[in-house]
């Protein structure tokens, strides 16, 4: 398997500008997490997902941002608009099921907020 | 709640020395405990976990951890250091949703010739 694919890698925009963060999931994974990881707040789940319905959201910082998972292959975290504080590698993550526990991580995406 | 404390942010070791990570937990429910390694640019990697059963837990690249419930402790150990060991490493717990986990701040491992 391919592993947890997250795009772009790289992201740098300026500040007011719409981000969108991509993920791919491990295909037959029914959970999905989308994480944050600055120097200050350290690792930080901001929402996940069971069989594409979101189950927590109170990591989502604020109403800028918003994450979608439309169906089982694909998901979305959006920054609208982004700010300089919204920088940080954003990471991706899925599982199996409740019993598995173990999550997989993607890559990460590096975002800069000009 | 849940928490994690992993004690040293930085820990600096030679090449063929003990490896010790110190994490303890704090949690309302049965624990599930979890060792990450994230290499540099790249994604959270897990080494370990301890759901039940066996307290000492063995993981890959030659690591292991043991389960302490009367000093709520979840230690990470490797007993010969090598250098590709260097690494950011994370200890988390089970959070109080069943799949949410709550991560440490991190251990930077770093590991001399």
């Known amino acids: 398997d391919a592993g947890v694919i997250q795009s772009p890698r790289h992201e740098v925009t300026e500040m007011g500008q719409e981000v969108t963060l991509r993920c791919k999931p491990i295909s037959g994974h029914d959970y999905l997490f989308w994480y944050r990881q600055t120097m200050m707040r350290g690792l930080e789940l901001l929402i996940y997902?069971?069989?594409?319905?979101?189950?927590?959201d109170s990591g989502m910082p604020e109403d800028r941002f918003s994450a979608k998972m439309p169906n089982a292959s694909f998901s979305t975290l959006k920054i609208q608009p982004s700010e300089p504080r919204d920088s940080a590698v954003y990471f991706c993550a899925s599982s199996l099921s409740p019993f598995q526990e173990t999550q997989y991580f993607g890559p990460g995406t590096r975002l800069l907020v000009l | 709640a849940q928490s994690v404390t992993q004690l040293g942010s930085h820990v600096s070791v030679s090449e063929g020395a003990l490896v010790l990570l110190r994490c303890n937990y704090s949690s309302s429910v049965p624990p599930y405990l979890f060792w990450y390694v994230q290499y540099p640019n790249q994604g959270l990697q897990l080494l370990l976990k301890?759901?039940?059963?066996?307290?000492l837990v063995k993981g890959i690249n030659g690591f292991e951890a043991e389960f302490k419930k009367s000093e709520t402790s979840f230690h990470l150990t490797k007993p010969s250091a090598h250098m590709s060991d260097a690494a950011e490493y994370f200890c988390a717990v089970r959070g109080t949703g069943f799949q949410k986990l709550v991560f440490g701040t991190g251990t930077r491992l770093l590991v001399s010739p």
């Open positions: 997902f069971n069989n594409n319905v979101p189950i927590d």
């Open positions: 301890y759901t039940t059963g066996a307290t």
